[in-house]
């Protein structure tokens, strides 16, 4: 009778304590798991979303000529033209884009990323992105002449030849004003004389 009383008395206080330990060990592991995954998945998402502008700008830039009508496809000093901007729609060449920069990022109308419709207008505000989530991101263009023999070198500033390099940079600026580059697109583009 006594060895049945003994096996019905349950959980020691040592027991106890070290099964509560190893729940909230198990439990921490979790917990962290679900963390630095959170946060990847974060990483992730900005990666995608800034390597979707940079290609939609880069897209952009690659349906304009290779120069503006009349000029010399070898002009210098590249960027916009007197009748060219201020805004990005009025941009009609290659070069224009030579030293633009974005803060925060826009579309081909000047505005927010997220905020238009695609045409110069607004969409409805129940469309609208929040304009925080690309307040601190950057669009950055730097249009180069490359070295007909090592597309992958650019040449200095003042030499020409009949092929460009369009660098298109995405970029989040830091509330400590650190800058990390979160897209950068490439693309060549060379000038084909008409026949």
């Not at 998402?45 to 009349?70: F, N, S, V």
């Amino acid at each position: 009778m006594r060895a049945r009383c003994i096996s019905n008395r349950g959980f020691t206080l040592v027991e106890a304590l070290t099964a509560i330990t190893l729940c909230t060990l198990a439990g921490a592991a979790v917990v962290l798991a679900l963390n630095s995954t959170y946060h990847s998945n974060e990483r992730m998402i900005r990666w995608l979303q800034a390597q979707g502008l940079a290609e939609q700008l880069a897209d952009e830039i690659a349906g304009k000529r290779y120069h503006a009508a009349g000029a010399d496809p070898e002009q210098w000093p590249l960027g916009p033209g007197p009748a060219e901007g201020p805004s990005r729609s009025q941009y009609d060449d290659i070069d224009d884009f030579a030293q633009y920069t974005a803060a925060p990022p826009v579309d081909s109308w000047d505005v927010a990323v997220g905020q238009g419709d695609g045409q110069g207008g607004w969409r409805h505000p129940a469309l609208q992105l929040e304009s925080r989530i690309f307040q601190s991101w950057q669009q950055q263009v730097r249009v180069h002449y490359v070295d007909p023999a090592d597309w992958s070198r650019n040449l200095p500033p003042g030499q020409t030849s009949r092929i460009r390099a369009v660098e298109v940079k995405i970029l989040y600026v830091g509330a400590d004003g650190a800058v990390q580059e979160l897209a950068r697109v490439r693309r060549i583009f060379a000038y084909v004389p008409p026949p």
